[in-house]
């Protein structure tokens, strides 16, 4: 069985004699192919040249998982423990026997989901890694499942995939795009899994909110506002985005704060200064 990979977002389809002739989710105008055209790669591939996946420990309860060298974006995943069992969140585009061995240690897992397309990896190849565990997909973007399986489950607005873990469907960089909460994080001042529907800034007081971050298309203020008022009943002081970018405390505020200054500039508060 061969599962296709893009080269570009590491995104799996399903097994066909011929890889797909585009990837949907790189041909979109938040994404982008190569100037080189398309390319994809397999998992014996991917193995082949050299990709090995990395686990480390963000905080308690809390871990990394990468892929060296780089495969697709390049995302970090997350890995929540919980006493419900653990979540995969953003899985990355590669899974090799040493993360299978890591992740069981840490007591396997019992569910995985992506923030929104760019990051569904190679989801059920990681769900056949664990005896076919739940992938969590938002309803609303449904049309950009490259590969359907038994073990995917639908959901919109609110989800409780596990105790102590709520989906919320923000919207905003796609229609589905969505973040975890996850209240025992930070030492039980909550934690926020935000992918990139809220981007963590350079400068860690700070948080942005796009349509496309290759292609610099921004949301309009209704989208921030959108975003930031789904989130408004959840408790949260850090937040983690989806490459090793975090705000670290007073996320909540973080956010609000972001947010006002965002929709003050393309609203034109700030032209003056321009």
């Known amino acids: 069985m061969t599962v296709w990979i893009c080269a570009t977002c590491a995104v799996e389809y399903a097994d066909t004699a011929e890889p797909p002739s585009s990837c ?41 998982i990468t892929v060296e060298p780089q495969v697709g974006i390049g995302q970090r995943a997350l890995l929540v423990q919980t006493p ?20 069981n240690g840490l007591g ?3 569910g995985i989901a992506a923030s929104h397309p760019h990051m569904f990896g190679v989801q059920v190849e990681w769900s056949r890694a664990f005896g076919g ?7 609303a973007d449904k049309e950009w499942l490259g590969r359907t399986d038994e073990a995917v489950r639908f959901w919109s607005g609110t989800h409780e995939p596990l105790p102590g873990l709520t989906f919320v469907q923000a919207g905003g960089h ?41 292609n610099s298309i921004p949301l309009s203020q209704g989208a921030v506002e959108q975003i930031v008022g789904r989130l408004e009943p959840y408790a949260y002081d850090r937040l983690y985005g989806n490459f090793a970018g975090v705000v670290e405390i007073d996320a909540k505020a973080a956010v609000r704060r972001s947010a006002d ?11 003056a200064d321009t």
Do not use: K
């Open 174 to 214: 796609f229609r589905g795009s969505a973040v975890a909460h996850w209240p025992a994080g930070a030492e039980g001042r909550g934690v926020l899994l935000s992918g990139d529907t809220i981007a963590p800034a350079v400068d860690r007081r700070w948080v942005t909110f796009m349509r496309s971050y290759p």
């Open 24 to 64: 949907p989710i790189c041909s979109d105008e938040r994404q982008y192919v190569p100037a080189s055209g398309q390319r994809w790669t397999t998992l014996p591939e991917l193995s082949a040249a050299g990709h090995r996946t990395q686990l480390s420990e963000v905080e308690p309860g809390l871990y990394g």
């Open 108 to 110: 396997g897992l019992a």
């Open 261 to 271: 200054r965002y929709i003050g500039w393309i609203r034109g508060d700030f032209d």
């Open 133 to 139: 565990v739940p992938v969590y997909v938002a309803e």
């Open 84 to 103: 419900g069992g653990n979540l995969l969140w953003d899985p990355v585009g590669f899974v090799d026997r040493a993360a299978v061995d890591r992740i």
